[in-house]
């Protein structure tokens, strides 16, 4: 056989050729969008049905069967939303890939004596649509039959002659290119293009993560439909595709096993606000947004922040010797309580002096959480109070103490509802700090904590080191109690006028983030203690990004939240910030629980062109020899630039910018640690590129914020002061030299 036409060999002009080509799939795709169109008419038609079910104009107590009704409007209008909003969130890139197989044709009693072959097209795209004949027109990505367009190679093509991916433009085909499987093609396939995966690479980066799904490579896919249960590790260097892969994978298992999924909830863990910014329409463009998006400073609700401690003040909170600092705060009075109880009940006067006091805590805190504790707290009073006078009414005593209105005030002063919050800047106070760190932490230990508390008072804002213990002091002193509202009556019907109002807030909403505040107060230390903390959420699927820079306190703040989950975790041991990697796998494995385990291990760089890559690399393996170097597949003949900083540092970046805005078309990135932060919000000033729309594509952000994060271009500026002063050192210093896809300059 001879080979496949492509647009070089061809006879026929090249324009003409992929002019043919992209009609034909233009074709498809219409029909597609038709089809897709009416699927949406359909969806609206039995929301709409679901509506007119459960009306009722009679007031009072419902019938049975105006309540069946009322039940029968939420299942309709329900699914008819959600299959609605999939419908309407999947319009943008529907069709981008299409398979030609070739299968062995079924026997027959006139089997000639040469084989004879079937052609097979499929279309792969995000969501399934089927025609009116209930014929696929596209499947899905995820499901089985769309494995080949993943996992076929030249090696095993899987049936597969020649794999296209589709780039288009709303619902307009506006390229092509095509991977061919098989040596000897038949004669009429066309092949198109250098291949997806080199045109996806070379595309310039933008504000948010794309999705790869067009482009999934066969070791990729292979992580991605992992099987559920148990512990998923992704590990590589940068620029793998790890988080990618991983984010594909929470998308798989919510289409593989929605209902436990999507009812128990998804948790994806990012290190910093930037880059759940950076991530967080991955899922939605996969038809996925049933998930719960967080930064580690969002992971406590009612606690939200961005600020990092210091190195050495970060590696005593996150250590697990903390957890005994902590334990002591929360078993400790509250600020101001008073040492004894005075009260006269029932003709006895009473008295309790702080020994007893102590000893009615200690039995109370053995038993209950403080805050749930009250009832308790109030009886082993009573037996105390009984015990000093020996009245000889027992029970009479014990229910005139519990009730006496100068009882009720001492409890509201001596074992009041305490936030968790509160407990923590307890820490700030000398004293309290010495008693609760003595044995545990050095002076010097106990003064880094204590002024880093400090700080927080004075600027209204918690460290992300501090919603750990936040979350350790929450599970110590429980909830704090409130009173319930009024419970609405059990057969009043509302009735409603919008699908809005039906339902669905999971159907509605995007990916869940962390809430944030309405009002901020101008009081620092309200600010730290707005808003109700509640109960910890459990999750189906926990998965963590960047999991190397994990402390053990907040591998323990994970393990509450999936106790009986499954887990996917990512992660490089070369780019950990977390000096201490011995103390957090063993606080890994506990959160873990024992489950079975699978590790991925991935090996190509799809980020870097080579000439970056091989600067960062250097660098790294002078510090750490053992360190995972993928292999870079992309060349891209410009070498990083080297240059000097300078006296005017907002100077030197801004001619570095300005020479690489010229270059790239995508995002460039300022890597800088604090020294220069504040002067480098000058720098969109200095650039005097506002009006030519290069500035907003100019982001300055901090060294550990960039983890996870890609951009065409970067400057990084002064490397020894980012080593010195962040956590991590040179390994924080290798992430920020892997974050530039085509060009790099760094300024010494």
């Avoid at 980012?722 to 300024?747: D, E, K, Q, W």
Wanted: proline share 5%; aromatic share 6%.
């Amino acid at each position: 056989m001879t080979k496949a036409p492509d647009l070089q060999r061809s006879s026929t002009p090249v324009e003409e050729v992929l002019a043919r080509e992209l009609a034909a799939e233009q074709r498809h795709v219409d029909r597609v969008y038709s089809e897709l169109d009416k699927a949406s008419a359909r969806a609206r038609s039995v929301a709409a049905e679901g509506m007119a079910r459960g009306r009722t104009e009679r007031t009072g107590e419902a019938r049975d069967e105006e309540m069946t009704g009322l039940f029968e409007r939420d299942a309709l209008v329900f699914h008819a939303a959600r299959r609605q909003h999939a419908l309407d969130t999947q319009y943008e890139g529907l069709v981008f890939g299409r398979l030609d197989l070739e299968h062995p044709a079924a026997p027959s009693s006139e089997q000639p004596p040469t084989p004879v072959t079937e052609r097979e097209v499929r279309y792969i795209g995000r969501l399934g649509i089927r025609d009116e004949h209930y014929e696929p027109l596209v499947m899905d990505w995820r499901a089985p039959a769309a494995a080949p367009f993943y996992r076929a190679t030249p090696v095993e093509p899987m049936g597969v002659l020649r794999r296209r991916v589709l780039r288009c433009r709303g619902p307009q085909v506006v390229g092509i290119e095509d991977d061919l499987m098989v040596a000897d093609p038949p004669e009429d396939l066309v092949v198109v293009g250098d291949g997806a995966l080199m045109a996806a690479l070379t595309r310039s980066r933008g504000a948010q993560m794309r999705d790869i799904v067009a482009t999934i490579q066969r070791h990729q896919d292979e992580a991605i439909r992992a099987p559920a249960r148990g512990v998923t590790e992704i590990t590589g260097g940068p620029g793998t595709g790890k988080t990618v892969v991983a984010l594909h994978r929470a998308a798989y298992l919510l289409y593989s096993d929605r209902r436990r999924y999507e009812s128990g909830g998804i948790l994806v863990v990012g290190p910093s606000a930037a880059y759940t910014a950076y991530i967080e329409r991955v899922l939605p463009s996969l038809g996925e947004d049933s998930v719960s998006l967080r930064a580690l400073g969002d992971l406590v609700d009612a606690v939200t922040t961005e600020r990092h401690d210091g190195p050495a003040t970060a590696a005593i909170k996150g250590s697990l010797r903390i957890r005994e600092v902590l334990a002591r705060a929360a078993r400790d009075l509250v600020p101001g309580a008073p040492q004894e109880l005075r009260v006269f009940v029932g003709g006895y006067a009473v008295r309790l002096d702080s020994a007893v006091l102590d000893r009615v805590r200690a039995q109370a805190l053995r038993q209950h959480p403080r805050n749930l504790a009250g009832p308790a707290v109030t009886a082993l009073l009573a037996e105390a109070a009984y015990r000093a006078v020996h009245p000889s009414e027992r029970e009479d005593f014990l229910a005139r103490f519990s009730d006496h209105n100068d009882v009720e005030a001492f409890l509201a002063a001596w074992w009041p509802q305490v936030d968790p919050r509160e407990v923590l800047l307890w820490l700030a106070d000398a004293d309290r700090m010495q008693r609760y760190a003595a044995g545990v932490l050095s002076a010097t230990e106990a003064d880094l904590v204590r002024a880093s508390l400090q700080v927080a008072l004075e600027t209204g804002t918690w460290s992300i080191s501090d919603v750990p213990l936040v979350d350790d002091l929450a599970a110590r002193v429980g909830a704090v109690q409130e009173v319930a509202p009024e419970e609405r009556g059990f057969y009043e019907i509302e009735e409603l006028e919008t699908l809005a109002q039906a339902a669905m807030p999971e159907v509605y909403r995007s990916v869940d983030v962390a809430p944030q505040s309405e009002r901020i107060s101008a009081d620092p230390r309200e600010r730290l203690l707005a808003g109700t903390i509640g109960r910890v959420p459990e999750y189906a699927h926990v998965l963590v990004d960047e999991a190397q820079d994990l402390s053990p306190m907040q591998w323990q703040l994970l393990g509450r939240r999936g106790r009986y989950a499954s887990w996917t975790v990512v992660g490089d041991a070369a780019q950990s910030s977390w000096p201490d990697p011995v103390e957090a796998a063993a606080a890994r494995a506990q959160a873990w629980g024992g489950q079975a385990y699978r590790r991925f291990h991935m090996t190509t760089n799809y980020r870097n062109a080579r000439e970056i890559f091989h600067y960062a690399a250097q660098m790294i393996r002078r510090f750490v020899p053992d360190a995972d170097i993928p292999d870079a597949v992309r060349e891209s003949g410009a070498v990083p630039v080297e240059g000097s900083l300078g006296d005017d540092v907002v100077g030197s970046v801004a001619a570095a910018v300005e020479g690489l805005a010229a270059q790239v078309e995508g995002t460039i990135a300022v890597i800088t640690s604090d020294r220069y932060a504040v002067q480098l919000g000058e720098l969109a000033g200095r650039l005097g590129l506002v009006d030519t729309g290069v500035a907003e594509r100019v982001r300055v952000i901090d060294p550990l914020s960039t983890k996870g994060l890609e951009y065409d271009a970067t400057v990084v500026v002064d490397p020894d002061e980012i080593t010195a002063s962040c956590a991590g050192g040179v390994r924080t210093l290798y992430v920020v030299l892997t974050r530039a896809a085509h060009r790099m300059v760094v300024l010494r």
